[in-house]
């Protein structure tokens, strides 16, 4: 029950999140969606050191504090913020034929290089890669990436989806969201009191199932696409993201030795948020790429000689000159109608490879379902 409610917030604190700055971007600024940080930081600060209980120096390696291990977080943080970088600003750059791609994917490569050799070495490291040994932890810590990108990239990728081709407003756009989330808590408490004695993978399956669904459900989309068409698909994927989370952290701890709980804990924590931010950049790039492979496709189609680009010369001759034919400026204004009739188009399909390649990622991870723990037992005092 502990778990579910702890997941509440991280499931559903990403899906109200874009409803709250729909609500904050149009009644103030865009601004303060990141001022209004500054007050929650605040408030978690003062709320970690009033109810968060100090660590007993009995449980601590040296009995006065471990050692911080400053180098495996640093190696971290460059190794997977060069990669994030390397895949958020490789289309812009033209990839490896930029010099800054090229080194910023030459220090990435090595400082997680480095980052696996000092966590390895270290007695005391930032992320303890040993358990990685116990294969439920492996499989979970895999899939678990693979959650971070239906939680966070579909989240992502939705709203600009509503926003620049439905053209919703931002307010518009949050509310869509909203059912979805309210779903997910729903069915995180129903489900929290009843998970300790069954069989959690049969759950993730199920939450797998209803995630390919709602995905390839929301990868049918058009120019008629209305907010009515995407309420079951977002309910679906609240319902499906809620089915997975707290079983996989169940079968993906239950079995690890009582001792190497934190560790594992917090490997398979980091997993997933590295899922979420991977997740986006991938994302963000595949729609890019995606759009330009589509208008390529479909501007090769049109040519002065198709019969829907002479009625569409046609049209706008008749509109802008009944009286005096003047070709060249229905021919400027039908230019201008295909541009945007493709840039809507290409977008549109670009959206749904995303969704459809999402909904392929669930399907084709499910195997590491079977090499889970069954959850629900108690975790062992010893290896």
């Known amino acids: 029950m502990a778990s579910a409610i702890f997941g509440l917030g991280v499931i559903v604190g990403p899906a109200i999140g874009p409803t709250l700055g ?4 149009d009644g103030l600024d865009w601004r303060w969606i990141f001022y209004v940080n500054v007050p929650v930081g605040l408030a978690a600060m003062c709320m970690i050191y009033t109810f968060l209980p100090q660590d007993d120096p009995v449980h601590r390696a040296d009995g006065k504090g471990a050692t911080v291990d400053w180098w495996g977080l640093l190696w971290l943080t460059l190794g997977l913020g060069g990669f994030q970088l390397v895949l958020e600003q490789g289309q812009q750059e033209d990839w490896f034929a930029s010099p800054f791609i090229r080194w910023a994917s030459f220090i990435s490569i090595t400082s997680l290089i480095l980052f696996v050799r000092q966590e390895l070495s270290t007695r005391h490291p930032a992320v303890d890669l040993r358990v990685l040994r116990h294969k439920a932890l492996m499989a979970g810590s895999l899939y678990s990436i693979v959650l971070g990108f239906g939680l966070y990239g579909a989240v992502f990728i939705i709203p600009v989806f509503a926003q620049s081709q439905l053209h919703f407003t931002a307010t518009k756009t949050g509310l869509m969201l909203l059912p979805g989330s309210l779903a997910s808590a729903i069915v995180m408490i129903m489900f929290g009191k009843f998970l300790k004695n069954h069989d959690q993978r049969i759950l993730i399956t199920f939450g797998a199932v209803i995630l390919c669904a709602s995905m390839w459900a929301l990868g049918s989309l058009s120019p ?18 809620a089915l997975i989370f707290l079983p996989l952290s169940i079968a993906t701890l239950g079995g690890i030795p009582r001792h190497e709980i934190p560790a594992a804990a917090g490997l398979f924590s980091l997993t997933r948020q590295m899922g979420g931010s991977v997740g986006i950049a991938v994302l963000t790039t595949m729609l890019e790429k995606c759009t ?5 496709v479909l501007v090769n189609d049109i ?46 399909l670009a959206s749904i490879d995303i969704f459809q390649a999402l909904s392929w990622m669930f399907l084709l991870t499910l195997p590491l379902i079977l090499l889970l723990s069954r959850g629900g037992g108690k975790p062992s005092n010893a290896h």
């Open 22 to 25: 729909g609500l904050i971007t």
């Open 224 to 241: 008629d696409t209305g907010e009515d068409d995407l309420f079951w698909p977002l309910i679906g994927r609240g319902v499906g993201t």
């Open 292 to 296: 330009l492979i589509h208008r390529g």
């Open 303 to 348: 040519n002065p000689l198709s019969v829907p680009y002479v009625q569409r010369s046609l049209m706008a001759n008749f509109v802008l000159a009944p009286n005096t034919p003047d070709l060249q400026m229905a021919s400027t204004k039908t230019l201008g109608m295909f541009d945007s009739i493709i840039n809507l188009q290409s977008s549109i």
